[in-house]
């Protein structure tokens, strides 16, 4: 064999033997992450204060209120309609969510109901402030009536009057149930609604 081919092969082998080092190297510190991961604590999340909240508002009210879920600095609940004021006048004075930030309502067809929601949180108890609490009702999509919370939280004036024209809850004890965004002439059904179809589309 040639000293020039002699060459070329040790050239190879060397390159080799460098590759197979490097290929052990990440093997090793593969194995060392899983080992490091297996090691692992897996923290689950603290809900005591979540569970806190359902469980005092459980066994004033059993079975009026369902919990649908909880999650950290989340919990919402649903409660219907002929039981939403007691109940929200108690999370109000006893449990400390003495504001209501904000009304959703959403149109579930299939289902034939439109659900809304209030975000309660509180100013008064600090350990509640990263705290949203969803209370939901439902009511039936072809004949939309709820009652007002507005005795209990002065904050859903406004967004109750949304609620009422663009998904067509009607807000029983609400002083003004009326129109406020859309145009005077609108005749359309609400545009919330999932069947609202823009016209020329």
Known sequence: MSTKTRDTYSGLYAI???????ENKMTDVNNDRKETT??????????????S????????????VQLVYTKPNRIKVYVEPEHIIEVAFFLKSQLGLDHAESVCGTDYPNENVIEVIYHLNSYSR?????IIFALST????????????????????????ETYEMLGVYFQGHPRNERFLLPEDWADIPPLKKDFRIKGR
Not at 53 to 64: I, T
Not at 126 to 130: Q, T, V
Not at 143 to 153: A, D, G, H, R
């Open 53 to 64: 909240l359902y469980s005092e508002l459980s066994s004033k009210f059993k079975d009026k």
């Open 16 to 22: 080799a033997r460098k590759n197979k080092k490097v």
């Open 138 to 161: 439902k009511t039936d999509r072809n004949s939309s009536y709820l009652p007002s919370l507005l005795p209990v939280f002065k904050s859903v004036e406004y967004h109750e009057r």
């Open 126 to 130: 600090e350990e509640l402030a990263s």
């Open 38 to 51: 297996s090691n692992l604590n897996i923290v689950e999340p603290d809900l005591n204060i979540e569970h």
